[in-house]
């Protein structure tokens, strides 16, 4: 369900990370070539972007599909970022809320989406909803897997938690919750990208001109593409990117038998 990118770097129209490359997320809200699950994206869409000198993001959503959407593509070919996150929408199950259900998710600095599917929502994720405020708990944007999942997120971030180890432990604990969920999460706060591969594709590229892409699947076919291994947290920023295995709800891996994590020469 669902396609989503991100990117930091080097300034760059929105255009020309989404609507310009040959199989880039608008391309991919009708005919994504590495989709497992779902084959139209046509649920609505987002893009996030950060203006110079602005820490906090905007945002453009709507209901419907991308390519619908006859003002997207102006806008995407004149404005400019340095990093953004964007997605399109397969959704789970038909609800109300429209654009508010469509990623990306925001406070603060921070831009989420979700690509995947919770089985069994809402009934198998009560159990966590003592983990969340009450205030939380109200204050969700959309009444879908996906909002919940950011609301535990936020709730470790604003606890102080840094983002590799938010969207790790939430991961691990609606897995827990609900065996059998796809959880590839993407996170950035203008700087940085983290993200999460369990149960769906995850690619990355570090480009040469500079800058780092995390997307569901490749845009174009640059050859420096990588495939981000299943149960994998991968952390980037405009040169670097490192990848650590996430272990199963249930697993016993002590330090020691612990794999090391990878960091990822620039190509």
Same mark, same amino acid.
């Given at each position: 369900?669902?396609?989503?990118?991100?990117?930091?770097?080097?300034?760059?129209?929105?255009?020309?990370?989404?609507?310009?490359?040959?199989?880039?997320?608008?391309?991919?809200?009708?005919?994504?070539?590495?989709?497992?699950?779902?084959?139209v994206n046509a649920d609505g869409f987002g893009a996030g972007w950060y203006a110079e000198?602005?820490?906090?993001?905007?945002r453009y959503r709507r209901a419907g599909p991308i390519w619908a959407d006859l003002s997207f593509a102006d806008l995407a070919r004149v404005v400019r970022t340095r990093a953004l996150l964007a997605a399109v929408r397969d959704a789970t199950l038909s609800g109300a809320d429209a654009e508010a259900a469509a990623a990306p998710f /925001?406070?603060? %600095?921070?831009?989420?989406?979700?690509?995947?599917?919770? !089985? *069994?929502?809402?009934?198998?994720? #009560?159990?966590?909803?003592?983990?969340l405020s009450a205030e939380d708990v109200l204050s969700l944007e959309a009444r879908?897997?996906?909002?919940?999942?950011?609301?535990?997120?936020?709730?470790?971030?604003?606890?102080?938690?840094e983002e590799g180890q938010a969207l790790a432990d939430t991961v691990l604990e609606v897995a827990a919750a609900a065996p059998g969920a796809r959880l590839n999460l993407l996170l950035t706060d203008g700087d940085t990208v983290t993200a999460t591969a369990w149960g769906d594709t995850l690619w990355y590229l570090t480009r040469t001109g500079g800058g780092t892409v995390v997307a569901s699947e490749p845009?174009?076919?640059?050859?420096?593409?990588?495939?981000?291994?299943?149960?994998?947290?991968?952390? /980037?920023?405009? %040169?670097?990117?490192?990848?650590?295995?996430?272990?199963? !709800? *249930?697993?016993?891996?002590?330090? #020691?038998?612990a794999p090391a994590p990878s960091r990822e020469p620039r190509t």
């Amino acid at each position: 369900m669902c396609r989503h990118v991100a990117y930091v770097g080097p300034e760059e129209p929105l255009g020309e990370l989404l609507v310009r490359p040959p199989h880039g997320l608008y391309r991919q809200s009708w005919a994504p070539r590495r989709q497992r699950h779902g084959t139209v994206n046509a649920d609505g869409f987002g893009a996030g972007w950060y203006a110079e000198g602005d820490p906090v993001p905007a945002r453009y959503r709507r209901a419907g599909p991308i390519w619908a959407d006859l003002s997207f593509a102006d806008l995407a070919r004149v404005v400019r970022t340095r990093a953004l996150l964007a997605a399109v929408r397969d959704a789970t199950l038909s609800g109300a809320d429209a654009e508010a259900a469509a990623a990306p998710f /925001a406070a603060g %600095t921070w831009l989420f989406s979700h690509n995947g599917a919770v !089985p *069994g929502w809402p009934g198998s994720l #009560a159990p966590l909803v003592p983990s969340l405020s009450a205030e939380d708990v109200l204050s969700l944007e959309a009444r879908n897997d996906s909002a919940f999942v950011w609301a535990l997120v936020l709730a470790r971030l604003q606890a102080g938690d840094e983002e590799g180890q938010a969207l790790a432990d939430t991961v691990l604990e609606v897995a827990a919750a609900a065996p059998g969920a796809r959880l590839n999460l993407l996170l950035t706060d203008g700087d940085t990208v983290t993200a999460t591969a369990w149960g769906d594709t995850l690619w990355y590229l570090t480009r040469t001109g500079g800058g780092t892409v995390v997307a569901s699947e490749p845009y174009d076919d640059d050859p420096h593409w990588r495939e981000v291994p299943d149960r994998t947290l991968l952390a /980037a920023n405009r %040169t670097d990117v490192l990848l650590t295995p996430l272990k199963e !709800p *249930g697993d016993a891996l002590t330090p #020691a038998d612990a794999p090391a994590p990878s960091r990822e020469p620039r190509t």
